[in-house]
């Protein structure tokens, strides 16, 4: 549900000031949203849930906050998990600009498949999506292809639990970096 903070955390994107001064959620807190968003991704899509069998990592946004009137932004934070454990935090944030207005929440996964991947995230100062690596956006008409002898790209995205009033959901340009927690 889209509240009155994400949409301060949206605006925030927007502005000159860090985002962080808006939405600094603890390391523990982060942990246990990822925790649960990716067990209910599982639970809904079984592909996801195979993919993340076999991904030597996975980045967990379980809340990105989206909201634009002509010009937009969101903003989320998040989580690298490998072996089961966390790696490192992550803030996703985009901008952009053009017919758009309304405030949407939504959550997604970029399972990373492969060593390259995992090394691009941690050697980048910062990975903007579409740049880099090569990932794929999994809907339902690329779902019903993918098998674990088809799995060839370096990552693949999931986005769920969209919620809100705003045609869409696109994470090209996303960019992804590191933060303390």
Known sequence: MVTRRHLLVAAGALSVLPVNAYAAASGKEISRDADAALQKLYRS???AADIGKQARGVLVFPNIVKAGLIIGGSYGEGELKQGGKVAGYYNSVSASWGLQTG??????AVFLMNDKAIGYL??????EIGVG???????????????STTLKDDAYAFIFNQQGLMAGVNIEGAKISKIKR
């Open 133 to 147: 690596p090569t990932v794929v956006v999994v809907n339902e008409g690329v779902a019903k292809n993918l098998s």
């Open 103 to 108: 405030a949407q929440s939504y959550g997604y």
């Open 45 to 47: 899509n079984p592909v």
């Open 122 to 127: 941690n050697q980048s100062k910062g990975w």
